[in-house]
């Protein structure tokens, strides 16, 4: 039989490699009733309105141009209103400039082009949106175009009231708490979550989160021989506890801080100590922001620390590529799109605070020293401005997102400043010869910005929490998870507050961090979803299917060929499964067809399969009746028995024995289907 055929006999279970384009949710369980939610004025916003002014408003008001000074990125910002005061009354539409001006015939009409008008339907859903902001418990000022302390303090005053009044329970922390918080949400969205899966599912789930494999069997026999109340906490810690949580640590965050590294490019990480210094951080479970202040402040260092630099020296003396890396880290968000004016779509992250970050970087310079490569820095000089759209030219000044911001003593219109030796802990290296370190200054800019964002930092704090939330769970409670602005909104939103903060009071323990997730009922879930319609991803009332990277997928056919993880893990291998799945953590999970092809015809996976001494497929041969056949396969690759249909089909297609050709190809089939290239 050959392959395209066999492929066919086995759609129902593996249908193939084109199965990766689609997850999966066969066996749902029976449809539940499906209420809908209670109307939240922030659910209605980020869903609704802000989706409807972004098509027919933004062009004219929002961060590039705002024309009347009006400014409808966002509830703050629309309250501020402009030149003519309050663009929003809470709770009355009739007096609210927003709805009056989007009535047909109104004298000041909007949007003025007669191509985009609203429609009589949505017009109708910014008045009943309108109507549902609670009501100010203040007047409006007599002066309201002058008076904007108004919308500050409404402000206040709405996030107390859409708040929810549950508060945690005294004592409640860790996966309990996570609980709470997740119960409170899929009942406010009235969805129900799916059941608790079976151990099996568990396991595999876990071993390829927290150490990016499925796990052997030695592994799942010790497994079920744990007590039954206790084998999923003793499994985490285990796995916590394992050398190979830190090379799957590193291994995820290398591509997340520094992007995917070439042949030549993981060769220099390696001899220069960055993939050291990560595993190390992580195995030793630094406190984060620690390991965060080191790639920042790019000191030389003995030991595994002397990798820290690595981050900031890759990227060539571009201190606006250094400044766009950081930010996500300590803030959570991407500043890119505010190089040239404020942010277009989120208003809280301005120009000024990409160019404050870009001056905290360009006074460094890669050096060679004689203790090796590091990243030198100026006492003297980096002084710029930058110009906004209207032409107008500022100094940049050390000021960041999280209103921090550092004092530095600016040379006057007149004033030259004299770079000499006493400005240094380590002095610059004289006449250009090599130094024996790289220069040091007493006034680092990257020392003050580290001190300001890695200590009493919420955002650095939620940042890690929501970015080890998408690791576990498949998506962050704020998607992307760099993107945590005004514009992305949490969908979890004091879950995450409590995250960020338990995190920071952990004293930045990623491990910690990782348990608690791992531990509670949420990440327990069931893939299967318990109605007929799934439910939306960000309500996590149902496991994600979420792709495996190249070092996953890599290690875990090692564990079902040869129960050996690292069988596989070759310099060749390895190149060919990263060119190929360069993803990590992606936005969207969005498979191609060049990846069906490398599974489906490249020589390197064929020679995977082929029967060879001891491996899976060797064994698969000289197993006696097709039925031992086809439950050793299942086993060895989805950690299950065959169900009676894939019994029945496999066994046909054996016709009894298998055959070197036939044990291959049910090895390929398993290897390939959606279940296993998965994590569930």
Known sequence: MNLRKFARKLWYFAPGILAMLAVSTANAAPPAPHRPAPPDPEVTWANRILPLLDKQCLKCHAGVRQRGGLDLRSLDTALRGGDSGPALVPGQPTKSRLFQYIQPGAADHMPPDPRKQLTPAEIAEVRGWIASLPPSSKPLPANATADKTWAQAYLVDYKAAVKSKDVLPAGTAGSRAIDWFMLKSWQKAAVQASPICDDASYLRRASLDIIGRVPTREESTHYFADTASQRRAHLVDGLLSSPEYSRRMRELFDPVLMGRASADRARERTDRGWYAFLENAFATDAPWNETVRQMIVARTAQGPARGAVCFLSERGDNFQAMAEAVAPITFGVQVACAQCHN????????????????????????????????????????????????????????????????????????????????????????????????????????????????????????????????????????????????????????????????????????????????????????????????????????????????????????????????????????????????????????????????????????????????????????????????????????????????????????????????????????????EFMLNH
């Open 343 to 674: 942010h277009p779509l989120s208003w809280e992250i301005e120009q000024r605070h990409y160019w404050g970050m870009v001056s905290v970087f360009n006074r460094s310079k890669n050096t060679d020293s004689e203790v090796g490569p590091g990243v030198s820095e100026r006492a003297t000089g980096g002084f710029i401005n930058f110009t906004n759209l209207k032409k107008e030219s500022q100094p940049a000044a050390l000021v960041f997102l999280n209103g921090k911001s550092v004092v530095e003593k600016v040379p006057g219109p007149n004033e030259k400043e004299i770079d000499t030796p006493d400005l240094y802990l380590v002095p610059p290296a004289k006449d250009g010869k090599r130094p024996h370190e790289p220069a040091v200054p007493k006034f680092s800019r990257r020392e003050q910005f580290a001190e300001s964002v890695t200590k009493d930092n919420p955002m650095l704090a939620r940042a890690m929490a929501n970015r080890i939330w998408a690791v576990m769970l498949g998506r962050g409670i704020v998607h992307p998870v760099d993107q945590i602005d005004s514009r992305h909104r949490a969908s979890q939103p004091e879950l995450l507050e409590w995250l960020g903060a338990d995190f920071a009071a952990s004293g930045y323990r990623v491990k910690s961090l990782i348990r608690e997730i791992a531990l509670s009922r949420v990440y327990q879930l069931d893939s299967r979803p318990a109605g007929k319609t799934p439910p939306l991803p960000e309500t996590f009332a149902r496991a994600l299917d979420k792709p495996l990277t190249a070092e996953q997928l890599l290690r875990s056919i090692g564990v079902c060929l040869a129960n050996n993880p690292e069988a596989l893990v070759k310099p060749d291998l390895v190149r060919a499964f990263a060119d190929e799945f360069p993803d990590v953590m992606p936005e969207n999970y969005n498979p191609t067809l060049q990846q069906a092809l490398f599974l489906s015809n490249s020589p390197a996976v064929n020679r995977l399969i082929a029967p060879d001494a001891t491996n899976l497929t060797a064994q698969l041969v000289r197993q006696a009746g097709s039925e031992k056949v086809v439950k050793l396969a299942f086993y060895s690759v989805l950690g299950r028995s065959p169900d009676a249909t894939e019994l029945q089909q496999c066994g046909l297609m054996l016709k009894g024995t298998a055959t070197d050709r036939a044990a291959k190809n049910l090895v390929w089939a398993l290897l390939t289907s959606a």
